[in-house]
Protein backbone atom coordinates (compact mmCIF):
# COMPACT_ATOMS: atom_id res chain seq x y z
CA UNK A 1 0.00 0.00 0.00
CA UNK A 2 2.74 2.51 0.60
CA UNK A 3 4.52 1.52 -2.31
CA UNK A 4 1.18 2.37 -4.47
CA UNK A 5 0.53 5.74 -2.77
CA UNK A 6 4.74 6.67 -3.50
CA UNK A 7 3.71 6.05 -7.13
CA UNK A 8 0.95 8.14 -7.52
CA UNK A 9 2.24 10.99 -5.83
CA UNK A 10 5.61 10.94 -7.47
CA UNK A 11 4.06 11.04 -10.70
CA UNK A 12 2.99 14.61 -10.91
CA UNK A 13 6.73 15.34 -9.49
CA UNK A 14 8.59 13.38 -11.98
CA UNK A 15 5.55 15.68 -14.59
CA UNK A 16 6.75 18.69 -13.10
CA UNK A 17 10.83 18.02 -13.39
CA UNK A 18 10.11 17.42 -16.82
CA UNK A 19 8.78 20.22 -18.22
CA UNK A 20 11.48 22.49 -15.97
CA UNK A 21 14.07 20.76 -18.00
CA UNK A 22 12.62 21.98 -21.20
CA UNK A 23 12.08 25.53 -20.29
CA UNK A 24 13.83 27.91 -22.52
CA UNK A 25 14.04 31.26 -21.51
CA UNK A 26 12.92 34.32 -23.54
CA UNK A 27 15.74 36.08 -25.88
CA UNK A 28 16.99 39.20 -24.48
CA UNK A 29 17.28 42.08 -27.01
CA UNK A 30 21.03 43.14 -27.84
CA UNK A 31 22.65 45.77 -26.27
CA UNK A 32 24.86 48.22 -28.19
CA UNK A 33 26.83 49.49 -25.61
CA UNK A 34 27.80 46.41 -23.30
CA UNK A 35 30.07 47.26 -19.98
CA UNK A 36 32.33 44.70 -18.42
CA UNK A 37 34.96 44.70 -15.90
CA UNK A 38 37.65 42.36 -18.29
CA UNK A 39 38.70 43.48 -21.65
CA UNK A 40 38.05 41.21 -24.73
CA UNK A 41 41.36 39.19 -25.85
CA UNK A 42 41.91 39.25 -30.00
CA UNK A 43 41.93 35.98 -31.77
CA UNK A 44 44.93 36.80 -33.50
CA UNK A 45 47.33 39.26 -33.70
CA UNK A 46 46.68 42.72 -34.02
CA UNK A 47 48.92 44.75 -36.05
CA UNK A 48 50.28 48.02 -34.82
CA UNK A 49 47.41 49.99 -37.70
CA UNK A 50 44.57 47.62 -36.12
CA UNK A 51 42.40 48.54 -32.94
CA UNK A 52 40.07 45.87 -31.08
CA UNK A 53 37.02 47.31 -29.79
CA UNK A 54 36.06 46.51 -25.90
CA UNK A 55 33.36 46.83 -23.86
CA UNK A 56 32.42 50.81 -23.32
CA UNK A 57 33.96 52.19 -26.84
CA UNK A 58 32.34 54.40 -29.14
CA UNK A 59 33.74 55.64 -32.84
CA UNK A 60 34.44 58.96 -30.86
CA UNK A 61 36.08 57.60 -27.77
CA UNK A 62 38.67 55.56 -30.08
CA UNK A 63 39.37 58.14 -32.82
CA UNK A 64 40.15 60.82 -29.99
CA UNK A 65 42.10 58.14 -27.76
CA UNK A 66 44.28 57.25 -31.22
CA UNK A 67 43.87 61.29 -32.44
CA UNK A 68 42.08 60.46 -35.47
CA UNK A 69 39.50 62.31 -37.23
CA UNK A 70 36.08 60.24 -36.76
CA UNK A 71 34.63 60.44 -39.69
CA UNK A 72 37.98 59.15 -41.80
CA UNK A 73 37.75 56.16 -38.52
CA UNK A 74 34.60 55.36 -40.02
CA UNK A 75 35.40 55.47 -43.37
CA UNK A 76 38.13 53.13 -43.01
CA UNK A 77 35.94 50.85 -41.56
CA UNK A 78 33.13 51.01 -43.60
CA UNK A 79 31.16 52.32 -40.90
CA UNK A 80 27.82 54.13 -41.41
CA UNK A 81 26.55 57.64 -40.13
CA UNK A 82 25.19 55.82 -37.05
CA UNK A 83 28.90 55.38 -35.96
CA UNK A 84 27.76 52.20 -34.40
CA UNK A 85 30.38 49.22 -33.07
CA UNK A 86 30.62 46.36 -31.22
CA UNK A 87 32.94 44.29 -29.19
CA UNK A 88 35.38 41.94 -30.56
CA UNK A 89 35.34 44.19 -33.41
CA UNK A 90 38.61 45.13 -35.35
CA UNK A 91 39.01 48.34 -36.80
CA UNK A 92 41.98 49.61 -39.04
CA UNK A 93 43.52 53.47 -37.73
CA UNK A 94 44.75 54.26 -41.07
CA UNK A 95 43.57 54.41 -44.52
CA UNK A 96 43.44 52.16 -46.77
CA UNK A 97 46.23 51.77 -49.37
CA UNK A 98 44.26 52.87 -52.24
CA UNK A 99 42.13 56.08 -50.34
CA UNK A 100 42.79 59.34 -51.42
CA UNK A 101 44.21 61.86 -49.26
CA UNK A 102 42.46 64.44 -47.23
CA UNK A 103 43.74 67.85 -46.65
CA UNK A 104 44.56 69.14 -44.12
CA UNK A 105 45.07 66.67 -41.82
CA UNK A 106 44.91 69.43 -39.15
CA UNK A 107 43.41 72.48 -40.33
CA UNK A 108 44.58 75.15 -37.75
CA UNK A 109 45.01 77.72 -40.44
CA UNK A 110 41.32 77.56 -41.47
CA UNK A 111 38.83 77.97 -38.37
CA UNK A 112 35.03 79.04 -38.82
CA UNK A 113 32.90 80.62 -36.21
CA UNK A 114 30.46 78.10 -35.05
CA UNK A 115 27.74 81.54 -35.33
CA UNK A 116 28.96 84.31 -37.25
CA UNK A 117 28.79 87.19 -34.74
CA UNK A 118 26.92 90.28 -36.02
CA UNK A 119 28.27 93.52 -36.82
CA UNK A 120 28.80 95.66 -33.95
CA UNK A 121 28.35 98.61 -36.01
CA UNK A 122 26.16 99.65 -39.18
CA UNK A 123 29.26 100.87 -40.93
CA UNK A 124 29.03 97.44 -43.18
CA UNK A 125 32.37 96.55 -42.31
CA UNK A 126 32.85 92.76 -41.97
CA UNK A 127 33.43 91.07 -39.32
CA UNK A 128 36.54 88.45 -39.61
CA UNK A 129 35.22 85.38 -40.02
CA UNK A 130 38.52 83.58 -39.20
CA UNK A 131 41.52 83.66 -37.12
CA UNK A 132 44.83 83.53 -38.46
CA UNK A 133 48.46 83.42 -36.60
CA UNK A 134 47.98 84.95 -33.30
CA UNK A 135 47.17 88.89 -33.27
CA UNK A 136 46.17 89.15 -36.92
CA UNK A 137 42.69 88.62 -38.18
CA UNK A 138 41.91 86.87 -41.84
CA UNK A 139 38.78 88.42 -44.05
CA UNK A 140 38.92 92.53 -43.35
CA UNK A 141 38.01 94.99 -45.51
CA UNK A 142 40.21 95.90 -48.27
CA UNK A 143 41.38 99.90 -48.44
CA UNK A 144 39.50 102.04 -50.97
CA UNK A 145 41.25 102.83 -54.26
CA UNK A 146 43.45 105.26 -53.82
CA UNK A 147 43.51 105.69 -49.94
CA UNK A 148 46.74 106.25 -48.11
CA UNK A 149 48.20 102.70 -46.95
CA UNK A 150 48.17 102.77 -42.89
CA UNK A 151 51.59 102.93 -41.08
CA UNK A 152 53.30 99.67 -40.52
CA UNK A 153 53.23 98.80 -36.79
CA UNK A 154 54.75 96.12 -35.67
CA UNK A 155 52.36 93.03 -34.76
CA UNK A 156 51.33 92.63 -31.45
CA UNK A 157 53.15 90.46 -28.69
CA UNK A 158 51.12 87.48 -28.69
CA UNK A 159 49.69 87.12 -24.75
CA UNK A 160 49.54 84.05 -22.64
CA UNK A 161 45.74 84.07 -21.23
CA UNK A 162 45.37 85.51 -17.57
CA UNK A 163 46.30 82.91 -15.15
CA UNK A 164 43.96 84.21 -11.98
CA UNK A 165 41.41 85.61 -13.56
CA UNK A 166 37.79 84.02 -13.26
CA UNK A 167 36.17 82.24 -15.85
CA UNK A 168 32.82 83.32 -17.18
CA UNK A 169 29.97 80.85 -15.83
CA UNK A 170 26.51 80.48 -17.27
CA UNK A 171 23.45 82.46 -15.23
CA UNK A 172 20.42 83.62 -15.72
CA UNK A 173 22.03 87.15 -15.19
CA UNK A 174 25.23 86.93 -16.57
CA UNK A 175 25.81 85.14 -19.85
CA UNK A 176 29.24 83.78 -20.16
CA UNK A 177 31.92 85.79 -22.47
CA UNK A 178 32.35 84.67 -25.73
CA UNK A 179 35.26 85.05 -28.59
CA UNK A 180 34.49 85.51 -32.09
CA UNK A 181 34.50 82.00 -32.71
CA UNK A 182 31.68 81.83 -30.12
CA UNK A 183 33.44 79.98 -27.42
CA UNK A 184 33.79 80.71 -23.56
CA UNK A 185 35.91 79.66 -20.92
CA UNK A 186 35.46 76.48 -19.46
CA UNK A 187 35.39 76.92 -16.17
CA UNK A 188 36.47 79.20 -12.89
CA UNK A 189 40.08 78.83 -11.64
CA UNK A 190 43.92 79.52 -12.92
CA UNK A 191 45.75 77.46 -16.02
CA UNK A 192 48.14 75.35 -14.23
CA UNK A 193 49.39 74.20 -17.04
CA UNK A 194 49.32 75.69 -20.94
CA UNK A 195 48.76 74.11 -24.40
CA UNK A 196 52.90 72.39 -25.05
CA UNK A 197 52.15 69.01 -27.27
CA UNK A 198 56.29 69.14 -26.75
CA UNK A 199 56.22 68.42 -23.30
CA UNK A 200 52.81 66.45 -23.35
CA UNK A 201 50.56 68.87 -22.63
CA UNK A 202 47.41 68.45 -24.97
CA UNK A 203 45.11 70.68 -23.81
CA UNK A 204 44.93 73.12 -20.34
CA UNK A 205 44.50 72.18 -17.25
CA UNK A 206 42.74 74.34 -14.77
CA UNK A 207 42.76 74.64 -11.00
CA UNK A 208 39.66 75.32 -8.58
CA UNK A 209 37.88 73.45 -6.19
CA UNK A 210 36.22 69.85 -5.95
CA UNK A 211 32.94 70.23 -7.35
CA UNK A 212 32.93 73.84 -9.20
CA UNK A 213 30.88 73.74 -12.35
CA UNK A 214 32.26 72.65 -15.71
CA UNK A 215 30.37 73.92 -18.66
CA UNK A 216 30.18 73.87 -21.92
CA UNK A 217 32.94 76.10 -24.07
CA UNK A 218 30.90 75.66 -27.28
CA UNK A 219 27.05 74.38 -28.32
CA UNK A 220 27.20 71.02 -29.26
CA UNK A 221 26.13 67.27 -29.17
CA UNK A 222 27.56 64.47 -26.36
CA UNK A 223 29.05 62.12 -28.14
CA UNK A 224 31.07 60.10 -25.22
CA UNK A 225 30.47 60.56 -21.42
CA UNK A 226 32.04 57.80 -19.72
CA UNK A 227 35.04 56.72 -17.85
CA UNK A 228 36.42 53.86 -20.41
CA UNK A 229 39.64 56.48 -21.73
CA UNK A 230 42.84 55.94 -19.61
CA UNK A 231 44.19 59.13 -18.24
CA UNK A 232 40.85 60.90 -18.69
CA UNK A 233 39.36 60.05 -15.68
CA UNK A 234 35.42 60.85 -16.20
CA UNK A 235 35.16 62.09 -19.30
CA UNK A 236 33.00 64.27 -21.53
CA UNK A 237 33.15 65.16 -24.79
CA UNK A 238 31.18 66.97 -27.42
CA UNK A 239 30.54 67.60 -31.28
CA UNK A 240 30.45 71.01 -32.02
CA UNK A 241 30.60 70.31 -35.83
CA UNK A 242 32.07 68.23 -38.39
CA UNK A 243 35.55 69.08 -37.73
CA UNK A 244 36.02 70.17 -33.72
CA UNK A 245 35.44 68.17 -30.34
CA UNK A 246 36.09 69.22 -26.86
CA UNK A 247 36.85 67.48 -24.28
CA UNK A 248 36.48 67.96 -20.55
CA UNK A 249 38.36 65.04 -18.19
CA UNK A 250 38.83 64.49 -14.36
CA UNK A 251 35.38 65.19 -12.83
CA UNK A 252 33.78 64.39 -10.07
CA UNK A 253 30.47 63.85 -11.47
CA UNK A 254 29.01 64.27 -15.08
CA UNK A 255 25.76 65.79 -15.87
CA UNK A 256 25.13 65.16 -19.42
CA UNK A 257 24.93 61.80 -21.45
CA UNK A 258 25.60 61.12 -24.87
CA UNK A 259 22.88 61.99 -27.49
CA UNK A 260 22.43 65.37 -25.44
CA UNK A 261 22.01 68.61 -26.83
CA UNK A 262 24.56 71.23 -24.91
CA UNK A 263 24.41 74.96 -25.05
CA UNK A 264 27.11 77.38 -24.26
CA UNK A 265 27.55 77.42 -20.66
CA UNK A 266 25.33 75.06 -19.57
CA UNK A 267 27.05 73.00 -16.67
CA UNK A 268 27.72 69.59 -18.12
CA UNK A 269 30.03 68.74 -15.28
CA UNK A 270 31.99 68.84 -11.82
CA UNK A 271 35.28 69.23 -10.85
CA UNK A 272 36.89 66.57 -9.73
CA UNK A 273 40.79 65.55 -8.89
CA UNK A 274 43.09 64.76 -11.41
CA UNK A 275 46.30 62.51 -11.57
CA UNK A 276 48.40 64.43 -8.53
CA UNK A 277 45.06 63.89 -6.47
CA UNK A 278 44.39 68.09 -6.71
CA UNK A 279 41.40 69.59 -8.01
CA UNK A 280 41.72 69.83 -11.61
CA UNK A 281 40.16 70.02 -15.62
CA UNK A 282 41.97 68.63 -18.39
CA UNK A 283 40.55 70.56 -21.64
CA UNK A 284 40.99 69.71 -25.19
CA UNK A 285 39.85 70.86 -28.69
CA UNK A 286 40.55 68.81 -31.80
CA UNK A 287 40.05 69.83 -34.68
CA UNK A 288 40.06 66.85 -37.15
CA UNK A 289 40.86 64.50 -34.59
CA UNK A 290 44.26 66.52 -33.67
CA UNK A 291 44.82 68.66 -30.64
CA UNK A 292 44.86 72.42 -31.48
CA UNK A 293 45.71 75.14 -29.21
CA UNK A 294 42.64 76.35 -27.17
CA UNK A 295 43.79 79.74 -26.29
CA UNK A 296 43.28 80.12 -30.34
CA UNK A 297 39.22 79.75 -29.78
CA UNK A 298 38.56 81.13 -26.26
CA UNK A 299 37.85 85.07 -25.65
CA UNK A 300 40.76 87.12 -24.32
CA UNK A 301 39.08 88.09 -21.37
CA UNK A 302 37.40 86.44 -18.78
Known amino acids: MNLAWALLIGVPVLGGCASALTWEPKPQPERTRVEATE ?8 A ?5 VQPGDTMY ?23 LIHPGQVLRLTPPDDAAPEAPVNGETARAPLTPPPSSSGSGRPVPLAVGPVGSAVGAAPLPSGAPAPAATPPPVAAAPPAAAPAAVHTPDKPP ?10 TKGAIERGYNPAQGSKGLFFTGSIGQPV ?9 YSGNALRGYGELVIIKHDEIH ?4 GHNSKRLVKEGDTVKVGQPIAEMGEGPERRPMLHFEI ?15 SR
Request: a neutral charge; zero cysteines.
Open 286 to 300: RERGQPVNPAKFLPT
Open 39 to 46: PLAPERRL
Open 61 to 83: SIAFRKQVDFRELAEWNGVDGSF
Open 215 to 223: IAAAPGKVV
Open 245 to 248: LSAY
Open 177 to 186: VLSELGWTWP
Open 48 to 52: ETEYL
